[in-house]
Structures are given as structure tokens and as C-alpha cells.
């Protein structure tokens, strides 16, 4: 097949490529690389509006600064594709997210133009600092860029690098791509602050005028340092000031982000300012692609579709997310206490339709995680049942608010923890393999795990209405599998019986899959293997597996897609004498790559879990997986 050819793109092979040209032509050079990007990203997934929006902005990055060099870090990096392409990785831009390909965020095994990893919002800020310091410390020359959004703007974890950044003294520069969206719209005051700077010419026009008279005032001589102590007193009395520029920053901007010679020329005044800097950047999300440009929400994060139309290629099933939101709309019609809280992800969690239903009891907090799980606990003191939907990795960024604000009160709060086990193409920042750890270890806590919608249903009810205390239910991402049952209330149930069995296959939540198909893969090889399913961790799992302690007697395989440190395997494995063998994640991160491949890759997939069992039936020890 021909491939498709992308004008001057094609003749750019480093970022030292983009110095010798004209304004004009690397306009024609970003009007390529949206073509590029768009084309490829219709045929791997990936995020597509972020990176349409910051086209200009990165290559005036490349342009003015050295990657190679200089550390430039841009925040989550869901946005950095025109960072890849210029940086030698644009040929391998068809293995995007996929097992063995190209990573879908900075890394630095790829390219010493990754400073660090990124994945999880508003720490380049911190990061950004640290590496300040050290080239201060170490007496090192590079100049140091944290590329933040505004949505990752509304993390805590950012405001706190500010603060400490602005006072620094610290020459550091933080760009902020300011598209007024996180993946949804974007909230809260700082937002409201951003469009007030965004928009408010009188803001400019007074901060040009009060300057322009200032200088105006003589100086010179003996007097010179009255004069100017003076004038910053001045300066600061009457001139309106950003947020940033209280934190200690230089604010400069705002800029049009698609104005490539204005970017370039702010970019290199920057550079020269040996200070904390802050460049405020225009963007729009989604630019340059008409679907995007109109639904930037919807594109911010796609599987493969039809370039032309812009339609997803595969119809989308329902998925976990999508029935909890209905099921929670269905609950709360009815019981006017229940709240939803998300941090930022509105779509992602499900829960847009319960915000269009119920506005006031809806709570987009921005991505600030540990806000909405302290806010949870407030609403639960005072009477409220709060339900806060969080990707499991990203609940992990307020371990200590579930510790400290919920579970010593043991308040009635519940934790929907989408996206939990492996998620496949985002990677190791975004696999949901540590929840079971940390929410098992925290007095109080009761874990729920069902493995369909039924069981969800049955599940948010109980957690709603039977639980008195803390409780987390777990779930994938994406739909159900083969096993549809609703289940009855026991936390330790057997799915799949088989008398006079070889082995007990001990799983959880969607795993079940694996383990019934496992079991039938042994059949076949006439060996007989039972599953058993854990409903619920916790308390409830101590008293089902001393009930049922007898049939699960000998040698059991516990199948679970977490890390083994804190699983039930291992707990499975310090309460029981016959042997216990642990299939799980492995104590490492993964890779990125398809779900099923990562199963594979883990040998927790049906057939790695049979031919483990077919191995292994002779062994004598306990072992892991
Ligand atoms: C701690 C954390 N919470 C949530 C997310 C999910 N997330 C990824 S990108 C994003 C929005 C980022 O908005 P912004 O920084 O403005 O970038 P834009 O996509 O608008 O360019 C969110 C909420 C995350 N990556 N990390
Ligand atoms: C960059 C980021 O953190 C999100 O965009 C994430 O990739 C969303 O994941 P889902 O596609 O599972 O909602
Ligand atoms: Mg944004």
C-alpha cells in the first residue's frame, strides 16, 4: 500500500529540523502534523482533541528549547504526540498504546526527551522544582518547562508546587495550556479565575498602562533604589494581580496558542528570565478536526474511527460505568441523600446522566481526589450517603483521606472504584492493581467485587442500604463477560462444582471468567477443578471461609488481577495449612497493551491459569505466581 505522504512533516527528522524555518512554513508544518495525528489516531485509539490543541505550542517548545537538553515535562501527558513525533518516534506512531508499542505517555525508556513519567494530573509543577534544584545543586545548565493544563490545574498537588515554586527563586518556567476544558468542562474558582485572565482586557490594558507610567518616573543616581522599592510598592497597591503572580511568579500573557510566532517570541523571552515564570497559553481542545472541534469531551480519549465521519469503528457496549450511573439514578430518585462525587471525570465514571437528573446532589470537584473523598466524609457526618465514583489509580492519590476523614469515624461513605485491575493501553500509571492492598489494610473497610451488572446492582443497593460503615465496590473497565448471574448474599460462593476435585480455583470480580473457562480447559484434560468467587473482602471473607472452610480443603489456585502484596491469595495463603498457589499481576508494573494480552502476559487467562494448574499439579510448596 502506499503511504500517505505529509508534505514538510516528512522532512523533519529532529527538533533541531524546525530552527531554520519560517513562521509560515511551520504553519504548514502543524497543519500536518493534526493530519498525522489524526489519521493515526483513528486507526490505534489514543487521546486525540489534547493533542490537536497544543500542536503550536509544542512545536514552539521543540523550537526554542532543547529537549534533548532541557527537561520539558508535559502534565499527564496525554498531550505529548507532537513531542514524540518531532523526537524520533513518529514511524512507530501505528503501535500507539498497543503491547510492545509505543507508550501513550512520557517515558523515559523511550527517549532521554522524556524526563520522567507521566499519566497521573498536576505534578509537573513538583517534578519541574526538583529537577531546578538539582541542576542548582549540581551546578548544571538546562532550562526546566512543566507544560500544565488547566484542568490538571485544579489538582492540589499543583497549587502546593506554586507556592513553593514561586518563592523558590528558582529560574523554572510553567507553561499553561489553558483550553477552558479538562476532559469534561472545566470547574471550580481557579477556573473561574483563568477565563477572568483570559478574557478581561482591562486586565492587561490596566496592568500595560500602571507599568508604562511607572516607568515614566524618573530613576537614576543615589536615588535609584528608593525610587524603585517605591514603584514596586506602587505596583503592588494598584495593580490588579493574577493568582500566580501572589504565589511569587512572573505571569506573562495571555498568548494565543495557534499563533506560532507570538508562542515562539513569549517562549524565548521566558527563557531568558532567571526566575519563576508562568506563561499563560490560549488553546482551543480538538483543534483543526471538525468532530473535535465540536465535541471535544467526546474526543478526548477514542477507540478507532472512521476518519471521515468521525464515528467510532466498533458500536460501544454498556459498560460497568455506564450501568452503575443508571443504577445510581434509580436509587437516588427514590432516597434524596444520596450524593455523586467525581474528581473530574464525569463521562468516564458514568455519572453524566445522574448530573443532567440531579444537578444539586452532583459534585465535580476537578481533579483534586483528595477534596472529593474529605468532602465525602463531611456529607456523611452530617447525613448524607455520598458516593464518590474514582478510578482506582486514581484513588490511590487519597489513601489518607479515606484513613484519616472516613474510616476512624467509620463513616458511612461509599467508594465506587472503576477502572480496578488491569486497564490495558494507558499502562502502569493507570492499572487499577493496588486497591485491594490498600483498602484491605484499612481497619473498617469492607470491599465488594461483583463480576456483572446484576451482581452491581445487587451490590450498590447492599452498599447503600445494608452497610453502615466504609465500603468500596470494585469494577473494570469495559462490559461484563460470559458469567451473567445475580448472586445470592454469601461473600464466598462456588460457581463452578465439581466433585471430588483436583484443585479450587479462588477468584474475584471479572476474573471469573478466567476461572470458569480455566475449568474447562482442565475438564477437557480430565482434571477436575471448582471455582469459587469472593463477593466480598473484608470481615465477610473471615467468616465465609471459616463456613466453607472444608470445601475448599487442599490445594487451592487463588486467580486475581492485583499485585500479590495484600490479595486475597495472600491472605487465603496465612489462614490456611494445605497449599496455596498465587496467580496474579506479579510484584512489578506492566506493560501497556490490550487487556486480554496483559492476562496473557500475567498468565491469569483462562489458559494460563489451566496450563499453571496442569504444571504445577504434582508440586508440593505453596507458590506465587
Ligand atoms: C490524578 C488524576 N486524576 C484524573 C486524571 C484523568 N485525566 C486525565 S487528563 C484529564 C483532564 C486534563 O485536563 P487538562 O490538564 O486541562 O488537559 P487538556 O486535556 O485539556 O489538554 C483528566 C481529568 C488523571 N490523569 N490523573
Ligand atoms: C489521560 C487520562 O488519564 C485519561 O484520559 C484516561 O486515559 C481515561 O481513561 P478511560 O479511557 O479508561 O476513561
Ligand atoms: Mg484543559
Redesign the pocket.
Known sequence: MKQKRYGILDNISSPADLRGLSYDTLGVLCAALREFIVDSVSQTGG?L??NL??VELAVALEREFDSSRDRIIY??G??CYVHKILTGRRDRFDTLRQYGGLCGFMKPEESITDPCIT????DSVSVALGMAHARTLKNQKYHVVAV??????T?GMAYEALSSAGTSREPLLVVL???N???AK?VGGLSRHLSRLRVSPQYLRAKTRIKERLSRIPGGGTITRAVSRFKAKIKRAVLPTSLFEQMGFTYLGPVDGHDLKSVCEFLALAKKMKKPVLLHVM?Q?GRGYAPSEQY?EKY?GVSKFDRVTGAPLAAKKEDFSAFFGKELCALAEKDNRICAIT???PS?TGLTRFAEKFPERFFDVG?A?EHAIGMAAGMAAQGLVPVAAI?S??LQ?AYDQIVHDIAIEGLHVVLCVDRAGIVGADGA??NGVLDIAFLRSIPGVKIFCPSDFAELRVMLSRAIYRETGPVAIRYPRGSEGAYRKELSAQPLVCLHEQSGSEVTIVTHGIMVNQAIDAAEILMHEGIRAQVYKVNEIGSGLEQAYAEVKEKLGGWCVVAEDVVPNGSVGEWLAAHRSERTDLLNTGDRFLPHGGVNELYRHCGIDAEGIAAYIMKNRNGKENGVG
Open positions: 487521546h482533541a489534547s490543541g497544543i502534565d499527564v496525554h498531550q499519566g497521573h494530573a498536576s500544565i493544563g488547566d484542568g490538571a490545574l489538582g495550556n489553558d483550553n476544558m479538562s476532559i472545566n488553546t481542545k471535544p478526548h474528581a473530574a471525570m468516564g481533579i481526589e478510578y489509580t486514581f492519590r500509571t493507570h
